[in-house]
């Protein structure tokens, strides 16, 4: 499903913020990226859903070299990728049904089916009851969650999620992490940046370890 061969990413000023990384994740599979702050656990993301371009090395998603894709076809590729911030980057002059329901208005779907597909979204988080409500009302947690159901109103086949739970107590970080679970049991390959190593090690998930860009570790525990 995501393929990394060789791949290495330095920015302009010179960080490099990957360096020769290979590995594989397989469909439906879920599995957390660790290691210390600037490790390169979110430059690894973002090379899946094209935020960032490999400096060096190949990513495929999906059966897609994203060497090749141009800039007319990433939104096609940025469809199947549901993606999830620490920071929500919610629309807060807009409720919540209507921050859940964006990527659907943007594909262009009919209203009857926005709306069927929104609440179904909201009801899997736990928020259908507030809807309507100004995101802003919400606690972090909550909006956490309305990020998570923008995420994948859509149906994408892949979510990722760049430390979803950094702002979060750690029984509301258990429960969004649950979540997550939820959605890989149907067969979702998820894939999210995390530094909470014994909530992680709970979960009994697939860790990959990065240190200074270097992939040093990938593992498997046991829940």
Same mark, same amino acid.
């Given at each position: 499903?995501?393929?990394?061969?060789?791949?290495?990413?330095?920015?302009?000023?010179?960080?490099?913020? /990957?360096?020769?990384?290979? /590995?594989?994740?397989?469909?439906?599979?879920?599995? =957390?990226v660790t290691g210390h702050s600037g490790?390169?656990?979110?430059?690894? +993301?973002?090379?899946?859903?094209?935020?960032?371009?490999?400096?060096?090395?190949?990513?495929?998603?999906?059966?897609?070299?994203?060497?090749?894709?141009?800039?007319?076809?990433?939104?096609? +590729?940025?469809?199947?990728?549901?993606?999830?911030?620490?920071?929500?980057? #919610?629309? =807060?002059?807009?409720?919540?049904?209507?921050?859940?329901? #964006?990527?659907?208005?943007?594909?262009? %779907?009919?209203?009857?089916?926005?709306?069927?597909?929104?609440?179904?979204?909201?009801?899997?988080?736990?928020? /259908?009851?507030?809807?309507?409500?100004?995101?802003?009302?919400?606690?972090?947690?909550?909006? %956490?969650?309305?990020?998570?159901?923008?995420?994948?109103?859509?149906?994408?086949?892949?979510?990722?999620?760049?430390?979803?739970?950094?702002? #979060?107590?750690?029984? #509301?970080?258990?429960?969004?992490?649950? +979540? =997550? %679970?939820?959605?890989?049991?149907?067969?979702?390959?998820?894939?999210?940046?995390?530094?909470?190593?014994?909530?992680?090690?709970?979960?009994?998930?697939?860790?990959?370890?990065l240190d200074k860009g270097r992939?040093?570790?990938?593992?498997?525990?046991?829940?």
């Open positions: 499903m995501i393929r990394f061969d060789n791949v290495s990413k330095r920015y302009p000023a010179g960080h490099e913020a /990957l360096h020769d990384v290979s /590995l594989h994740i397989g469909r439906g599979e879920m599995v =957390f490790a390169g656990k979110s430059t690894l +993301l973002r090379l899946i859903p094209l935020l960032e371009r490999p400096s060096r090395g190949s990513v495929v998603v999906a059966g897609a070299n994203l060497e090749r894709i141009g800039r007319r076809r990433i939104p096609e +590729l940025r469809r199947r990728i549901g993606v999830i911030f620490q920071d929500h980057r #919610l629309l =807060f002059d807009r409720s919540v049904f209507d921050n859940v329901a #964006l990527p659907l208005v943007i594909s262009g %779907q009919p209203r009857g089916e926005i709306a069927r597909r929104v609440r179904a979204a909201l009801d899997k988080v736990g928020l /259908l009851d507030k809807e309507r409500m100004a995101p802003i009302t919400l606690s972090g947690g909550e909006q %956490q969650r309305v990020g998570i159901a923008r995420a994948v109103v859509s149906r994408p086949p892949i979510l990722i999620a760049d430390e979803p739970t950094g702002n #979060l107590d750690p029984a #509301l970080s258990e429960e969004i992490m649950r +979540l =997550f %679970q939820d959605f890989n049991r149907v067969g979702t390959t998820v894939v999210i940046a995390s530094h909470d190593l014994a909530l992680i090690r709970r979960l009994g998930h697939r860790v990959i370890t992939l040093i570790d990938d593992w498997t525990g046991a829940a």
